[in-house]
Every structure is written in structure tokens, then in C-alpha cells.
């Protein structure tokens, strides 16, 4: 039984690649083999999902800026008597900073511990789609839901 | 000369006995590490060592000298970050949507998000099971009409625990299989179109740990 052209544009959105291709063995592959207007529909469905994942690999990408963590600030006399005094009102500009913002129970030296644990902890992707697979994560108005969908 | 070597000796002693001073109340404390090689936990824990204070590792051993209540705050910190392996409950309902009548009050929570996003007529749940795991463990269920198996990866330190899991659940009009992280007591909906009727199929999941 053939496919119209009607059936194969409501099945466009939702086809694989490869059936948009018409490298498959489906009514909508066979479909999108023999018409030209549906195969141009297919063709521009295939355009716009290379372009998709190209705009989405690029914000995948990771930052190239390095992230430094001090752990142990620098101390002792040979710093904080630097003898220019722009150096030395910067220095007590920040001391006195960290003592006015510090909490009041033992406060660790420079990066603490949560900050170090994100970095050393990431949080895993909520989906990983495996080879020849597509995932979509979508939120929901219920915050203790998730949609993740496969195709 | 005199009064100056002994004015040294005197500053000598003051500088010994202030580092003394910064020992004082200090203990020693070694810690076993479950998941964290000593190196990361000597990263994550160098905030806490204060002057006077010091922490060396070797494998899955660490040893600390700092005051106790330093002691106690590390303690704290690796139940957090490199807790013992965990038992996770993982709670599997199957749901097939497509272009029947009807919803069911036995998905009600997962239909309403789910209403929002696709739009299938009706929603039915085939099939529910509930599997325990220890973390790095596979799982195996089979019913009438639903299977689930995978394994959980890993549970993820830190205060937003999320446990990774690859998981396949198959039911009779389809399967769906990926991998996934979800926080604990919130729940994936992991869904695919069915390749027949145009139908789809989602397996919600839910996490939660069932213990150590």
C-alpha cells in the first residue's frame, strides 16, 4: 500500500534520519524516494537538525579559561610589607574585607570546600544518548519531573 | 655582643614556643576513603587545615593532625563527598500513550507534566516494579508484559545526590532504553515513540537510596 503525501508530511517530524534519507526500509522512506516535494520537505527537516546540532556541540563545547583555585593564599612579612603603597592599601583593602564578609565558624582559607567539591564533583548530564541515538531533555512545570525523550 | 645573642636566643624561643601554641589542642585523626583517592581528598580537604595543621595520604588513608573540631568538620565532609557505596531503590512504572480514551489515576502526577509536552489522547500505565541496587550493580525484573534491567553507575557525592543509571525497560508495544541521572525522589520520564500505531512509550523512574 502506497503512502500519500498527506500520511508521509505528518510523519516527517517524528522519522529517523535515515528514513528521511529514504535509505529505509519503511512506507515513508518508499514515499520519500518517489516524490521530489516530500523528499524536499525531508531534506530541509535533515538541514535544519545538522544545523541544531552544530549550534548545540558549540555551546557544548568547553571554557578554555583556566579555573584557578587559591588554596593556600600567600603569606608572610615579605608580602604584606610591600613597600609601595598602592600594593599595601590593596592588600588591606582586601584583608579587610574578608574579615567584615567571613562567617563566624571556622572559615577555611580560600577556595571552600563546596566550591572545590563542583569542580571536582560535576553534576552528571541528566541524559547520554547512546550511538545512533537522539535524547531531548525537557522540563516541566513540576519541578520534580523530567521528560526525557529518546529518538 | 652579649645582650644580643642573648636578645636571639630569647626570639628563638618566642618564635618555638608560638608555633607550640599553634599545636596546641591538636590531634591526630586517620580517615578511610570509600570512592575519593587520597590525592582529591587531600584537595578537597586543605580548607580545612589551619596553620599548625597538616594532612597526608597514602591510597585510601588519610591522616590529618588539626583540632578536634576540625576533625569533626572533615569527618562531616567526607560522609558527604565520599560516602560507602549506596543501596538505591529505583521505582519503574511503565506508561503507554497513544490514541486511546481516557487517563489513569494510577499515573496522575507524571500525566499532567506530561499532557503539557506531547499530545497522545490517552496515557496508561502497563506495569510498575520497584528494584534495589547497590551502586556499581546490575538489575534484572520481569513481569507479564514489562522487563526492566541496567545498572547504576554511580551516586554521585555532593549535596544534590543524583544517581546515573543506564537502564532498558520493555513492555509489549515497545522498548526504551538510554542513560540517565536523576536527583533522588525525582523522577525521569524516559519516553520513545513506539515504532507501530504512533503510539509512544515512557518508563518514569524514581530514585531514592535505601541505604548504606
Known sequence: MTMDCAAARALLLEADPAELRGEADSPLAAHLAACADCRAAADAILAGEAELDAALRTLASPSTDPKVIPLRPARGWGRRMVPAAASFAALAAAVAGILLTRPHTAAPRGATTEQIAQLMFPAPPIARAAAGQSVAVLKTSDPGVTVVWVY | ?212
Open chain 2, 1 to 212: 655582643m652579649r645582650p644580643m645573642k642573648t636578645m636571639a636566643v630569647l626570639a628563638l624561643a618566642a618564635l618555638a614556643l608560638g608555633a607550640c601554641d599553634k599545636r596546641r589542642g591538636m590531634m591526630v585523626r586517620t580517615y578511610t576513603l570509600h570512592r575519593m583517592t587520597s590525592q582529591d581528598a587531600m584537595t578537597l580537604l586543605t580548607p580545612y587545615i589551619e596553620e599548625g595543621g597538616y594532612i597526608s595520604g597514602k591510597d585510601r588513608l588519610i591522616t590529618v593532625r588539626e583540632r578536634p573540631a576540625q576533625l569533626d568538620s572533615i569527618a562531616v565532609i567526607l560522609r558527604r563527598y565520599d560516602g560507602a557505596p549506596q543501596v538505591v531503590s529505583l521505582h519503574f512504572q511503565l506508561i503507554e500513550a497513544g490514541d486511546f480514551a481516557g487517563g489513569d489515576t494510577a499515573i496522575a502526577r507524571v500525566e499532567a507534566p506530561l499532557r503539557e509536552l506531547f499530545r497522545y489522547r490517552g496515557y496508561r500505565r502497563v506495569g510498575e516494579v520497584t528494584v534495589l541496587v547497590m551502586e556499581g550493580g546490575h538489575f534484572r525484573q520481569q513481569q507479564p508484559g514489562l522487563r526492566v534491567e541496567g545498572s547504576v553507575r554511580e551516586v554521585t557525592a555532593g549535596p544534590d545526590t543524583r544517581v546515573t543509571l543506564d537502564m532498558e525497560v520493555e513492555g509489549e508495544s515497545g522498548a526504551v532504553s538510554t542513560s540517565v541521572s536523576g536527583a533522588l525522589g525525582k523522577t525521569l520520564l524516559v519516553g520513545t515513540q513506539t515504532r507501530a500505531g504512533g503510539g509512544a512509550i515512557i518508563a518514569a523512574v524514581t530514585p531514592t537510596v535505601a541505604g548504606p
